[in-house]
């Protein structure tokens, strides 16, 4: 199992942890004060960025301290390239 971790645990913030598998299903879990209200967001702004990315097999982990959409969006995008192990985006 590949696994890649960003963000900080700070305001304004998240940090992600990307478990990559070979199979198996997609499990998103995520961790924040905000889940009542924003969690269905965070959950489909997620479930974007790792579909941009191609991942279809991984389980990860938000915990989410007020991040914004894009902050969210970059710290996935970098936690699955540090789990591939630093491959550059294509």
Not at 13 to 33: A, E
Not at 48 to 56: D, P, Y
């Amino acid at each position: 199992m590949m696994v890649g971790e960003a963000g900080y645990e700070q305001s304004q913030d998240c940090k992600v942890t990307v478990k990559l598998k070979k199979r198996g299903k997609l499990k998103i879990v995520l961790n924040s004060k905000m889940e009542k209200m924003f969690g269905d967001q965070i959950i489909q702004k997620a479930q974007e960025e790792l579909a941009l990315q191609g991942v279809k097999y991984a389980d990860v982990t938000i915990d989410d301290f007020s991040a914004l959409d894009f902050v969210i969006q970059a710290r996935i995008r970098t936690a699955v390239r540090r789990a591939r192990g630093g491959e550059e985006d294509v």
